[in-house]
C-alpha cells in the first residue's frame, strides 16, 4: 500500500536523526545540564512566554472576533480578514521584519517619538518583541478559529434571539459562548505549541541570552559553540516536552473540529444597539492596527528598496531567490505526493476494510514529526551522516526532505477531510466501474478536490520557502535561501539588503499564493 511506503519514508528519515541523537547522548550531562541555572531558566521562560503569547492572543482574538463575526458581509470586513490571515501564513521572517519596521529602532513609532521631541524607542528587543510578534501571527489563527466555530450555529437560534430581543450578554451566553468554548482551549494549546518552538521570532527579535527558548540555546550549542553534547541534551528535553505538549493537544482534539483553512460560511444578523457598533468599531480599529499597521510599514519599506541595483544587480540576493524555489517547491511537492500516500491507504482502511484504528496509526506515523523540531531533526541527521557524507554536498536533500516531512500534518490536515468525504460518496460508484489507482486520482478525484490541494500546495510551500532554522545549520555562501540572506543582511545592518530581500520573498509568496488558489484552486473558494 503507498501509505505504508509513505509511513516507511518518514519513519525512516525520524530514525536516522533519533540515532544520530541518541549516539551522543549522555543521561549524566543531561542531568547536569538540567541542573545549570542558565538551563533552567531557557526552559522556564520558553514555557512562560509560550503561555502569555497563548493567553494575550486568546484575550485579544475573542472580543475582535465577536465584533467582526456581525459585520462579515461587507467587503470592508473582508479585507481585514483577508490581511489577518495573510500574516499567519506568511514566512515567519517577513513577519518579523514587519514588526521591526514599525515598533524597531527606526521604525515609524520611534520616529514619531522622535518627531515630538523624545528618544528613540528601544522596547523591540527581549520579551515585549516576542509577544508582539507572536500576537501578529497567531491572533488571526484564533480569529478564525473562533469565527469558524459559529458555522455550527443553527439560523433558527438568531431567529429565536431576535424574537426575544436579546441583549449583548444574553447572546453572548446563549449563543456565542457554547459555540467557541469548546474550540478555545485547543486553539490556546496550538498556539502555545507554535510559540514553544518558535525559533525565528526568538532569535531575531529575543535580544540576547537573557530571552532565549530551548530550539534558540541548541541552534548556539550546535552552530556557535559546536558543543555537540550539549546540543543533544536540550534536543531530548525538548523531545520531551514537546512530546507531552503533543499528548494534550490529541487528547482534547478528539471531539472538537478545527479546521483553519475551512472556508467560513457565516450568517449572522446584527441585532444589537447603536451603542454596541460603537464598540464593534473600536475593536475594528484595533483590528487594523494590529495587522495593517506592520503590513504597511512592510510594504512601504519594501517599495523604497526596490531598485534595479539592489535586486537584479546583485548576485547574493540572486542566489538566494534560486535556491529558494529549488528548495521551496521541491518541498511542496513532495509533501503532497507523500500525503496523498497516506491519504489513499487511509481511505482504504475506513471505508473498505473497516480498520479505523490502523488508520489511525498511519496518521499518526505521519505527524510523529510535530515532537521533532525541524533544527533537532537536522541535527541527529547530520550526526548520523557526518561520517559516511559530505555534509555540504547532500545539504540541499537533507533540507528538502526535513522540510517535506515537517509540512506534512499541514498537507494531511487540508487534503484529508475534504478527500475523505468525496471518497465517502463516490466509492461505490468507482468500484462498480472498475476506476481505480492512479486513473482514479487524476482523472476523477483531483478534479473535485484541485481547492485542497491548492490551499495545501500554496501551505508547503511557503512553509519551506520560509524556513531559517535549517538552513541556517545547513547552508553555506553557495547554498543560501531569501531567508538566511534577510537574516544576515538584519545582522550586519545591510537595512536596503535585508529590505530587497524581504521584497522579494514577498512578491513569492503572494505568486504561490495567487497562482494556487486562482489559477489551480476553485474560483469561487
Same mark, same amino acid.
Given at each position: 500500500?503507498? @501509505? ?46 509560550? +503561555? ?49 519596521? +514599525? ?11 522622535? +518627531? ?87 532569535? *531575531? ?42 499528548? #494534550? ?45 506592520? *503590513? ?50 487511509? &481511505? ?58 515537517? #509540512? ?6 487540508? *487534503? ?11 466509492? &461505490? ?7 481505480? @489507482? ?20 500554496? #501551505? ?14 545547513? @547552508? ?9 540572506? *534577510? ?17 522579494? +520573498?514577498?512578491?513569492? #509568496? ?16
Amino acid at each position: 500500500m503507498p @501509505g505504508l511506503i509513505a509511513s516507511v519514508l518518514v519513519l525512516s528519515l525520524i530514525t536516522i536523526s533519533i540515532s544520530g541523537i541518541l549516539e551522543y547522548a549522555n543521561v549524566q550531562l543531561m542531568w547536569k545540564i538540567l541542573r545549570d541555572d542558565y538551563i533552567q531558566r531557557i526552559i522556564s521562560f520558553t514555557i512562560y512566554q509560550s +503561555l502569555l503569547s497563548a493567553l494575550l492572543s486568546i484575550l485579544i482574538a475573542l472580543p475582535l472576533a465577536l465584533s467582526v463575526r456581525k459585520y462579515t458581509q461587507y467587503r470592508a470586513i473582508k479585507l481585514i480578514l483577508s490581511l489577518a490571515w495573510l500574516s499567519f501564513v506568511l514566512p515567519v521572517i517577513i513577519g518579523v521584519f514587519a514588526i521591526i519596521k +514599525l515598533h524597531g529602532v527606526s521604525g515609524w513609532f520611534s520616529d514619531i517619538s522622535v +518627531l515630538f521631541g523624545y528618544k528613540k524607542l528601544e522596547y523591540i528587543y527581549g520579551m515585549n518583541g516576542i509577544l508582539l510578534a507572536h500576537i501578529f501571527f497567531n491572533v488571526p489563527f484564533a480569529i478564525r478559529i473562533i469565527l469558524f466555530s459559529f458555522n455550527s450555529v443553527p439560523p433558527e437560534l438568531w431567529k429565536i434571539a431576535i424574537q426575544n430581543n436579546f441583549n449583548r450578554w444574553n447572546i453572548f451566553t446563549v449563543i456565542e459562548w457554547p459555540a467557541i468554548r469548546h474550540n478555545l482551549f485547543i486553539t490556546a494549546a496550538i498556539i502555545f505549541s507554535l510559540c514553544f518552538t518558535s525559533f525565528i521570532v526568538v532569535l *531575531i527579535l529575543g535580544g540576547g541570552p537573557k530571552y532565549s527558548i530551548i530550539e534558540v540555546a541548541l541552534y548556539y550549542a550546535l552552530k556557535i559553540e559546536f558543543n555537540i553534547d550539549r546540543a543533544v541534551s536540550l534536543g531530548i528535553i525538548q523531545i520531551f516536552i514537546a512530546s507531552c505538549i503533543v499528548f #494534550v493537544i490529541l487528547s482534547f482534539t478528539k471531539s472538537f473540529n478545527i479546521e483553519p483553512y475551512t472556508k467560513l460560511k457565516l450568517n449572522s444578523p446584527n441585532i444589537e444597539s447603536r451603542k454596541a457598533i460603537i464598540y464593534d468599531a473600536i475593536m475594528l480599529i484595533v483590528a487594523l492596527f494590529i495587522f495593517l499597521l506592520p *503590513i504597511l510599514a512592510l510594504i512601504i519599506s519594501c517599495l523604497k528598496a526596490f531598485s534595479y541595483h539592489n535586486i537584479f544587480a546583485n548576485p547574493g540576493l540572486l542566489n538566494s531567490i534560486y535556491w529558494t524555489l529549488i528548495l521551496g517547491l521541491s518541498s511542496g511537492i513532495i509533501s503532497i505526493v507523500i500525503s496523498i500516500m497516506f491519504l489513499i491507504t487511509i &481511505k482504504k482502511l475506513i471505508i473498505t476494510y473497516k480498520i479505523k484504528w490502523l488508520a489511525n496509526m498511519l496518521e499518526l506515523s505521519g505527524n510523529l514529526i510535530l515532537i521533532l523540531p525541524p533544527i533537532l531533526l537536522g541535527t541527529g541527521i547530520f550526526l548520523s551522516l557526518r561520517n559516511m557524507y559530505n555534509i555540504q554536498e547532500i545539504a540541499p536533500y537533507i533540507i528538502i526532505g526535513i522540510n517535506s516531512l515537517t #509540512v506534512i500534518p499541514f498537507t494531511l490536515r487540508i *487534503i484529508g477531510p475534504e478527500y475523505l468525504r468525496v471518497s465517502y460518496m463516490y466509492d &461505490k460508484l468507482f468500484l462498480a466501474h472498475n476506476i481505480k @489507482g492512479i486513473i482514479r486520482l487524476l482523472k476523477y478525484e483531483l478534479p473535485l478536490l484541485k481547492g485542497s490541494f491548492a490551499t495545501a500546495f500554496a #501551505v508547503a510551500v511557503t512553509l519551506s520557502m520560509g524556513d531559517l532554522g535549517l538552513i541556517s545549520l545547513f @547552508g553555506s555562501t553557495e547554498i543560501r535561501t531569501l531567508p538566511l540572506y *534577510i537574516y544576515q543582511s538584519l545582522g550586519s545592518y545591510r537595512m536596503d539588503n535585508a529590505s530587497a530581500g524581504i521584497f522579494v +520573498l514577498l512578491i513569492l #509568496v503572494l505568486t504561490i499564493i495567487f497562482i494556487s488558489e486562482y489559477f489551480l484552486g476553485e474560483k469561487d473558494d
